[in-house]
């Protein structure tokens, strides 16, 4: 009762990245509340599923293996995480901001009459002071409300950083991106318990309504999240053909590229290169923004990363305040002497 819960997305019989970073956050905020953190896992072959998850810190799995769960279709998982949450009363859920998190999440909350905010970029826990009324000298009269779930997000555009809470409804919901938490292992022999469920219980026959026929999964075109170094452009690259120089470099140095909004709009690259509130989150060990202003919308994709390289030939630029280094220049200068000096001394 009252626990803080994680919805695991699987992919055939791997847990999603995504979701084992909620159950890294998932332990910080269950142990902060001293309750315990659950997760459900939901698919077809599922046996030993404990394993990739338990280590993370969860006391509890929840599994439901069942044929007509894998792949993911709305109704069925939308029964068996409402019904389980009429029972179990969870205070707190967290899911992936996905195809399958954005579906998922408002099924569930409309059907138990929660709230629920998309795309937060941190999770805190904290006192609320929310007015509901005056009193007779016409005074606010407040009421206090205890370990509240912060859910914080970028709101207007990214121009202000958003609070919201949900003092009055559980459970708390809310849904977070790939790349935005870190995952962390707990511990490699953590022993929490696994209670394998009767889906029939939870799922009526008549949830199976829809029937996949034919499923086609693209494959990535890059490996942004996963890459050491990123070479990012902005609209200061000016081209696609400005954008070939970061190709090069990005071949050179073993690394990515990467891309801010303003550049994808401009049809210099593939929305797919998209960093950002709107895009992926990275956290490479070198991020060499070329030609960005460092929007916070921009920022908030990647300000986790180990050292931050900056050029730039507008010195006063935001990105500038979050960069280790700053060049300062043109890119077009810049970029190529990166890779001359770069091949000539890694021979």
């Given amino acids: 009762m009252n626990n803080v819960f994680v919805y695991c997305e699987i992919e055939g019989t791997t847990v999603a990245d995504v979701s084992i970073e909620l159950l890294t956050k998932g332990r910080k905020l269950a142990n902060t ?28 799995v929840h599994v439901f293996d069942a044929d007509g769960l894998f792949p993911y279709t709305s109704n069925p998982h939308t029964a068996l995480v409402v019904n389980l949450f009429k029972e179990e009363q969870p205070q707190i859920c967290l899911m992936g901001a996905t195809v399958i998190g954005r579906d998922l999440g408002p099924r569930v909350s409309s059907a138990l009459h929660s709230g629920l905010t998309a795309d937060c970029t941190e999770l805190e826990i904290g006192d609320f002071d929310m007015t509901v009324g005056r009193d007779e000298n016409n005074m606010p009269v407040k009421k206090h409300y205890e370990q509240q ?13 958003a ?8 459970p708390q919901m809310a849904t977070v991106r790939s ?45 942004l999240k996963g890459a050491p170094i990123v070479v990012a452009g902005g609209y200061g690259m000016g081209s696609k053909e400005g954008f070939d120089m970061l190709f090069e470099l990005a071949k050179v140095i073993h690394g990515e590229v990467g891309a801010s909004r303003a550049a994808v709009d401009a049809g210099f690259c593939d929305h797919s ?32 990363s180990g050292i931050i390289i ?21 890119v077009e200068e810049v970029v190529p002497k990166l890779i001359k000096y770069y091949k000539k001394n890694s021979k």
């Fill in 163 to 170: 609070t919201i809470v949900n003092p009055e409804h559980r």
């Fill in 310 to 330: 900056s050029i730039n030939n507008d010195e006063n630029a935001p990105i500038n305040t979050i960069a280790d280094y700053i060049i300062n220049g043109n």
């Fill in 273 to 304: 290169l998209q960093i950002g509130q709107t895009g992926v989150t990275v956290r490479p060990k070198v991020y060499i923004a070329c030609g960005i202003s460092g929007a916070i919308q921009h920022v908030a994709g990647m300000k986790d």
């Fill in 179 to 223: 790349g935005v938490m870190k995952a962390e292992v707990l511990d490699e022999n953590y022993n929490g318990k696994v209670v394998k469920h009767d889906v029939a219980k939870y799922v009526p026959e008549t949830e199976y309504v829809v029937k996949v026929l034919e499923r086609h999964v693209e494959a990535a075109k890059n490996n």
């Fill in 33 to 60: 509340l001293g309750v315990q953190l659950e997760c459900i896992c939901a698919g077809s072959g599922l046996d030993g599923v404990e394993k990739q998850v338990m280590k993370y810190g969860v006391d509890c």
């Fill in 149 to 161: 779930l912060y859910q914080i997000r970028p709101a207007f555009g990214g121009n202000i950083v």
